[in-house]
């Protein structure tokens, strides 16, 4: 933190200074940046980092947008002339979560758009798509955002966000299998858009640009992860009964459909304190309901265990009296019990 500290008064003083002052201040701050990352051994590589998706960098710190106004300013001003400087700073407000405030909201948006492109390098769309996923509330709330910035975000940034993401022109599997699957980016991307599925308005966009596509790839990879399982199974459930005419559903069997949901109500009871989680599960009781009905005994005892284990978390937490979760939650234990019972 004393490292970022000398970076904000360079900054400052670069943006005080007369123009030949100035490029040495960005100089000094740019060399500054390099020297803070370096010694807490960032890597450029995106093979790599993903690794400091839990860093302690910021660790203790307070990190309101107020603290960090001027790490934003500085993004803002050097990302499009020096992308190297725009790493650095969104990787520092990646590993922080420190977000923007309203007022830049739409100059950031349009800038991770821009550090997103496919003629970026790999690291920096990776460094976008966490700063992405900061903001990623505001970005889902579009509806209370001015028509400027919503016109933006949705024709703009969707696209943007899957080139994130997607391997490079002509990489296989074989030659480079992180660019395919990559545990701690894919959470990220599956959270971002578990995030903006929960918005309608945003479906059209999600089925155009070919994220749901991306999404339906990555089942196989991830049933059996639990966190993945969750976000995926949100995104899927809460698009594809509006989009029955859409073909690419079919894709997914019901097997498929299946397993998802069962990791999910694994993973169920530890996202209880998460509203936008927590509201899902009303969704995650239905699509259950619909393919149930493929589930071995075996199978439907075992939801019964998870559904239970949810139960217990929302007791816990107080929330056992009498609200739509938990109405349709132990309705759905009742119909697997009744199953296996019968």
Same mark, same amino acid.
């Not at 790999?122 to 910035?149: F, G, P």
């Not at 976000?231 to 079919?250: N, Y």
């Not at 599960?281 to 309901?289: A, C, D, I, Y």
């Given at each position: 933190m004393r490292n970022l500290d000398t970076c904000r008064r360079i900054y400052l003083r670069a943006g005080s200074s007369e123009q030949n002052h100035s490029s040495v201040s960005l100089a000094a701050l740019r060399n500054a940046l390099h020297f803070t990352l370096t010694a807490a051994k960032v890597s450029r590589d995106p093979a790599y980092l993903w690794n400091y998706s839990n860093s302690s960098l910021g660790a203790g710190v307070s990190h309101s947008p107020a603290n960090f106004d001027w790490l934003v300013d500085c993004y803002l001003d050097i990302y499009s002339n020096d992308q190297e400087v725009a790493f650095d700073v969104l990787f520092l407000l990646g590993v922080m979560k420190v977000s923007c405030?309203?007022?830049?909201?739409?100059?950031? @948006?349009?800038?991770? +758009? /821009?550090?997103?492109? &496919?003629?970026?390098?790999?690291?920096?769309?990776?460094?976008?798509?966490?700063?992405?996923?900061?903001?990623?509330?505001?970005?889902?709330?579009?509806?209370?955002?001015?028509?400027?910035?919503?016109?933006?975000?949705?024709?703009?940034?969707?696209?943007?966000?899957?080139?994130?993401?997607c391997p490079p022109p002509g990489t296989t599997l074989a030659n480079d299998p992180h660019h395919f699957f990559h545990y701690d980016r894919d959470l990220c991307y599956l959270e971002l858009i578990f995030a903006l599925a929960r918005n309608s308005n945003w479906h059209p966009h999600l089925l155009r640009d070919d994220h749901i596509d991306w999404c339906i790839s990555m089942i196989e990879e991830y049933t059996s992860s639990m966190l993945h399982a969750f976000?995926?199974?949100? @995104?899927?459930?809460? +698009? /594809?009964?509006?989009? &029955?005419?859409?073909?690419?559903?079919?894709a997914i069997t019901g097997q498929q459909w299946w397993d998802m949901m069962r990791s999910a109500w694994c993973y169920a009871p530890f996202v209880i304190d998460d509203i936008?989680?927590?509201?899902?599960?009303?969704?995650?009781?239905?699509?259950?309901?619909?393919?149930?009905?493929?589930?071995?005994e075996d199978g439907l005892e075992e939801l019964v265990r998870y559904v239970d284990d949810v139960l217990e978390a929302m007791k816990v937490r107080g929330l056992d009296q009498g609200n739509d979760v938990l109405i349709a939650v132990e309705g759905l234990r009742t119909m697997a019990c009744n199953v296996t019972n019968s």
């Open positions: 405030r309203p007022a830049k909201l739409h100059q950031f @948006i349009d800038s991770l +758009i /821009a550090c997103m492109g &496919s003629n970026t390098p790999v690291h920096l769309r990776y460094a976008a798509l966490r700063a992405a996923h900061i903001v990623r509330e505001e970005i889902a709330s579009i509806d209370v955002i001015d028509a400027k910035l919503r016109d933006m975000v949705l024709t703009k940034l969707s696209p943007a966000i899957l080139t994130a993401v976000h995926l199974t949100g @995104i899927l459930l809460r +698009i /594809a009964p509006e989009q &029955s005419s859409v073909t690419l559903f079919d936008h989680c927590f509201e899902f599960l009303l969704v995650l009781v239905e699509g259950t309901k619909m393919h149930a009905r493929i589930a071995s």
